[in-house]
């Protein structure tokens, strides 16, 4: 795969209203990995957001069509003219798909079906089944690309490069125009989300009248000031993670971090050359817990990696047992083309890996259950995300989309996708909480 796949040219045209859909399939299309190329020769496709609200318009909107068919000839429409879509296709038939206005969801897949997204399995920063759904009501707000570590199974910095972080003022002003277009929780991701702003040594830039730097807590603090959840993924365990406890405490952004650890034993973690392997992680869990108890930790492993031993994978066992995480995902390891790690002496044979995984997972299983069962019975406010006659599927503080669990809301109550709600726990299932709406009208 080249760096240079992956390459969208956007060109956005009309009114405001457009511009924040712009963001809102730019938003998009960079957390799922694809670059935003600045030009049409360096693009693989290019989509056109377009507005056909006076005659003028359609007629500057057809115009960029025929000019992105011209210099890239890869074009999807979306946007106002979209709704016409006979008249797009009488004027240019070649263009490869055309979209209506504020569907997200039909311009996404057409980027899909004709340029599908880079994804790996350890490093993609939203899940496979995440991106034909996205509902609207929540968004990947993405501060950085590339990083600057070497994870020997990972093949992100050949592919990407060093980090290049977002400026601070960038980010917010993304971050607003969700908010205003009705995003309701901000889901912060990057390869390497602790080191934002490294690059651009915590560089102050302008916004809102002040200054503001270009660092994870100063961000954390500006995006906690707006009326939705603020939800950091990607967070490794540097000591500058003590600075995000307080925020979360006091309930300024949300109390969940996702930590991809990938192991617990010292040796495998130096082989992968993971990023804060020597902080003691247990030790600032337990801090981390004691200053703010609502805290929901979340992590991923790796196990089968090339040299684990028994004593190694049983290190990871007692790590879990002990951690208590709440949520954990766990891959088998498996070679990526290009990694380092495929050089590396014994590899692991595919039954065992398989056997560990299946430990490893009963193991995680117990703790999980445990922790679900201790919040029967506590109220808590939850996100709709969708809504069925016979059910409502929503989220608490402590469940991510699409990874982390639901809860589970019996049908028949007045509740839409985007609204916030109080309930009351009252059952559990594996990964799923029951809850009833408190104080509601059916
Ligand atoms: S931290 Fe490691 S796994 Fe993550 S992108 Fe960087 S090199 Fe890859």
């Not at 967070?235 to 952004?253: K, Q, R, T």
């Not at 029967?376 to 402590?398: Q, W």
Request: proline share 7%; charged share 25%; glycine share 6%.
């Amino acid at each position: 795969m080249s760096e240079h796949s992956h390459q969208v040219g956007f060109v956005s045209l009309g009114c405001p209203k457009n511009l924040v859909d712009s963001e809102r399939i730019l938003t998009q299309l960079r957390a799922e990995g694809y670059t935003i190329s600045p030009s049409y020769e360096g693009a693989d496709l290019v989509v056109v957001n377009t507005c056909g609200f006076i005659d003028s318009a359609v007629e500057e909107s057809l115009d960029a069509i025929g000019e992105a068919l011209d210099e890239n000839g890869r074009v999807i429409v979306t946007g106002c003219l979209g709704v016409k879509e006979d008249e797009v296709r009488a004027a240019h038939p070649d263009v490869l798909a055309v979209t209506g206005p504020h569907d997200y969801e039909s311009v996404m897949q057409a980027v899909h079906q004709h340029l599908p997204p880079p994804h790996d399995p350890y490093t993609s920063l939203v899940p496979p089944q995440g991106i034909k759904l996205t509902p609207r009501h929540y968004a990947y707000l993405k501060i950085s690309e590339g990083c600057n570590h070497r994870c020997t199974f990972c093949i992100i910095p050949q592919m990407r490069g060093d980090l290049v972080s977002r400026p601070v003022g960038e980010v917010l002003k993304e971050a607003e125009n969700l908010v205003a277009a009705g995003v309701r929780e901000l889901l912060v991701v990057s390869q390497d989300t602790s080191a934002y702003g490294v690059d651009l040594k915590y560089r102050q830039d302008f916004w809102q009248g002040g200054l503001v730097k270009t660092r994870l807590q100063a961000l954390a603090q500006a995006l906690g000031d707006h009326q939705a959840w603020i939800r950091l993924m990607y967070v490794y365990p540097y000591p500058s993670v003590d600075e995000l406890i307080p925020l979360m405490a006091e309930g300024h952004i949300l109390p969940y971090l996702d930590m991809p650890l990938q192991h617990a034993s010292y040796s495998i973690l130096k082989a992968m050359q993971r990023p804060a392997a020597a902080e003691k992680v247990l030790e600032r869990i337990q801090r981390w817990r004691q200053e703010c108890p609502d805290l929901t930790l979340r992590s991923t492993f790796i196990v089968g990696f090339p040299g684990e031993t028994e004593e190694d994978f049983n290190c990871l066992l007692d790590f879990i047992r002990e951690a208590q995480l709440d949520r954990v995902g766990c891959f088998t390891y498996s070679p990526v083309d290009g990694a380092a790690a495929n050089d590396l002496p014994d590899q692991i044979p595919e039954e065992l890996k398989q056997e560990r995984y299946e430990r490893f997972m009963a193991a995680q299983a117990e703790v999980s259950e445990a922790k679900l069962l201790q919040k029967i019975g506590k109220e808590t406010i939850v996100l709709v995300d969708e809504v069925y006659p016979e059910l409502v599927l929503a989220r608490s503080e402590a469940d991510a989309p699409e990874i982390d669990g639901n809860v589970v809301i019996p049908g028949g109550w007045d509740l839409e996708p985007g609204d916030f709600v109080e309930v009351k726990i009252t059952g559990s299932q594996a990964h799923d909480l029951i809850a009833e709406p408190v104080d509601i009208e059916t």
